[in-house]
């Protein structure tokens, strides 16, 4: 695949031009991490953070989400805004566990006698690249 073709399926995952461009570089450069697959596989993580962003303090301020939480902090003068960033944060915080404990390929250090795992990088058609897809906790967000 050519960098540019590299550069729009980066920018078709979110990445700002700029990223895209480095990431486009990195993924041909790099011989053992899959940069396009790990942002492939974040993509749908971010687009969930976003919707904290986005769409969250007007789905509050309108009434389509209600909860006796969101309630009760609004009632104690918590902005839709105030509450849709811990909300954000609280999922970041998750996404970003999960990712790890994924991408690390133990669930806990100090098991050496346990099976672990390692994700891998496969083209469409199937085949193993021999790149991983590690470290996507530092991905998000973006």
Not at 49 to 74: C, H, K, N, Q, V
Request: net charge negative; aromatic share 12%; with cysteine.
């Amino acid at each position: 695949m050519t960098r540019e073709e590299l550069e729009e399926k980066f920018i078709a995952l979110g990445l700002p031009e700029g990223a895209a461009k480095h990431y486009a570089k990195r993924e041909q450069q790099d011989k053992n991490f899959a940069w396009l697959a790990a942002y492939h596989f974040v993509y749908r993580l971010n687009e969930d953070l976003r919707f904290f962003d986005d769409t969250y303090p007007d789905m509050l301020r309108d009434g389509r989400i209600t909860t006796s939480e969101t309630t009760a902090l609004m009632e104690a003068g918590a902005t839709p805004e105030q509450i849709a960033d811990f909300a954000y944060q609280i999922a970041l915080e998750s996404y970003c566990s999960v990712l790890q404990l994924i991408t690390n390929g133990c669930a806990e250090y100090d098991t050496e006698d346990f099976p672990s795992w390692e994700l891998v990088e496969r083209t469409p058609d199937g085949e193993f690249t021999g790149r991983v897809v590690t470290e996507m906790q530092d991905l998000i967000p973006y």
